[in-house]
């Protein structure tokens, strides 16, 4: 059974600073993806990493895989307030099974 | 563009109840799913379908049944609602991915707000 770790489960960070949240998955994938939800509200995607060392980048977060290691990051520079939110990763099994595992999502709090 | 829709919103019910969540895309794609979220537990499966007349059970597909007459309906009916199920529940959408470079990213709809009593 595949199990997809994120942490923290909370940040609390303050505006300016620089902070990375790791997504963690017991076996072998395809793929894996990163997606943002604001309060009450629906699911967005942001990244899509299709390889091992794979990098993506969208203003101030990237993101980065490490197939090896079983391994994502979502890294935050210089926080901004817009970037409250919970932070999911997802895990697809294998190439067209269409399932995806989600972590348990890291709540992220910019403090002015 | 509509996307994928959910409704109702909001719903309350009274245990043993039954009733329908209705789903539906107008982005032509294949692939759509049922996600339950709870909180500290993230987003889990319960149902899917890869397309119309084929469905199939994911991680909690307990006490949920699901039909797939058509390619942009997708609906989710609870049979007798038990509090357990309380949760917000997500519809979720995506285009096959016949070959490797397309990205199989799920576009989800608003959530359905469910309360049983």
């Known amino acids: 059974e595949l199990k997809v770790e994120q942490n923290p489960l909370f940040l609390s960070m303050q505006e300016g600073k620089n902070y990375t949240i790791y997504c963690n998955y017991s076996t072998t994938s395809d793929r894996l993806y990163w997606y943002r939800q604001d309060p009450g509200k629906s699911l967005e995607s942001l990244f899509v990493?299709?390889?091992?060392?794979a990098v993506k980048q969208e203003g101030r977060l990237m993101a980065s895989l490490d197939t090896k290691a079983r391994l994502s990051t979502l890294h935050i520079t210089a926080a901004v307030h817009d970037l409250s939110a919970t932070y999911f990763c997802?895990?697809?099994?294998?190439?067209?099974?269409?399932?995806?595992?989600f972590g348990t999502g890291t709540r992220l709090t910019i403090i002015p | 563009n509509a996307g994928v829709t959910q409704t109702p919103k909001f719903q309350v019910l009274k245990t043993g109840q039954s009733m329908t969540l209705q789903c539906a895309q107008d982005m032509n794609h294949e692939y759509m799913s049922w996600y339950r979220q709870d909180p500290g537990m993230g987003l889990r499966l319960i149902h899917y379908?890869?397309?119309?007349?084929?469905?199939d059970q994911g991680e909690v597909p307990n006490g949920y049944n699901v039909s797939r007459s058509t390619t942009e309906d997708f609906p989710l009916r609870l049979l007798s609602a038990a509090p357990s199920q309380t949760s917000v529940y997500f519809c979720?959408?995506?285009?096959?991915?016949?070959?490797?470079?397309?990205?199989?990213?799920?576009?989800f709809g608003e959530g359905s707000r469910l309360t049983v009593l």
């Open positions: 379908s890869v397309g119309a007349g084929i469905t």
């Open positions: 979720a959408s995506s285009s096959p991915r016949t070959d490797y470079a397309n990205t199989g990213e799920l576009f």
């Open positions: 990493l299709l390889s091992n060392g």
């Open positions: 997802a895990v697809e099994i294998t190439f067209g099974n269409e399932k995806l595992t």
